[in-house]
């Protein structure tokens, strides 16, 4: 039922996890996907590799999103190399694993945060919106701490937060033309980025407290954002879907 063919995609952070199963999702609905990584340069180039065998062009380009320079370049290059841009993700982003109360969390813990998860989707959105010429989709992967906030991680559930407040502006402006801006809060997600807190917390316990039973896959994530990119949610902006098996209600 979703048919993305001949649309041109950026999916950041799309190395692994999320951003990589979205990258193939998109690819599989008949788009063209640039993946923006950072580090893992063997992971980029398998799902770049993956992206083609669909019969789909790809390409992956390094960088530091939370530098201006780095963002406004991978936005170029994939405008550049795909002919243009319809759509835009905004995956990439840390989760500081380690629980600091706020009276010892330092001040570099929470610039990097912020640099990471806030300066690097303002840097790469402002691009985004530079690059589409007529009409598109951007969706933003907030987190479910973003609305309800997390203890320990007051860092983190700001910069979500944040996030949320930022595709609803963009929605009332970009809508004239017809830019729809969407975020997708995920609960917890089997990917290699919470690894550490599933071991310490214990898989089955965490499993235990969401009401479906079970952690998301990174599919189940990317499968609603294909989804806000597709001509079916075509009268959806400025919307938080929630993916988090019923842990979160909102609404």
């Known amino acids: 039922m ?3 063919a001949g649309k041109r995609a950026v999916v950041t952070g799309g190395s692994r996890g999320i951003g990589a199963a979205t990258a193939i999702q ?5 788009a063209d996907v640039c993946i923006g990584y950072r580090q893992r340069s063997t992971e980029a180039n398998d799902v770049v590799r993956h992206i083609r065998d669909l019969g789909r062009r790809a390409m992956a380009v390094p960088g530091d999103l939370s530098r201006r320079e780095d963002a406004e370049r991978l936005l170029a290059t994939a ?4 002919g243009g841009l319809e759509i835009f993700i905004g995956n990439a982003g840390i989760w500081p694993s380690d629980a600091v109360a706020i009276e010892t969390m330092d001040d570099e813990r929470w610039a990097r945060t912020m640099r990471e998860n806030v ?25 479910t701490a973003g ?3 997390e203890s320990f991680h007051a860092d983190y559930a700001a910069s979500k ?5 930022y595709v609803k502006s963009l929605a009332i402006e970009l809508a004239p033309r017809d830019i729809t801006v969407n975020a997708v809060a995920p609960g917890w997600v089997d990917t290699e980025m919470v690894t550490p807190a599933l071991a310490a ?21 990317a499968g609603p954002i294909v989804f806000l990119c597709s001509p079916l949610a075509r009268h959806i902006t400025g919307e938080v879907l929630n993916v988090n098996g019923g842990s979160v209600l909102c609404g």
């Open 147 to 149: 609305q309800r906030g």
């Open 2 to 4: 979703i048919d993305l």
């Open 119 to 143: 300066d690097s989707v303002f840097f790469t959105t402002r691009a985004a919106a530079r690059t589409m010429a007529s009409g598109g989709r951007i969706v933003l992967v907030s987190s």
């Open 161 to 165: 937060g944040a996030m949320i407040s």
């Open 79 to 82: 405008g550049q190399e795909l």
């Open 26 to 30: 998109l690819a599989r609905a008949g």
């Open 201 to 221: 917390g214990g898989r089955d316990a965490i499993a235990a407290t969401i009401p479906l039973q079970r952690l998301a896959t990174a599919d189940d994530i």
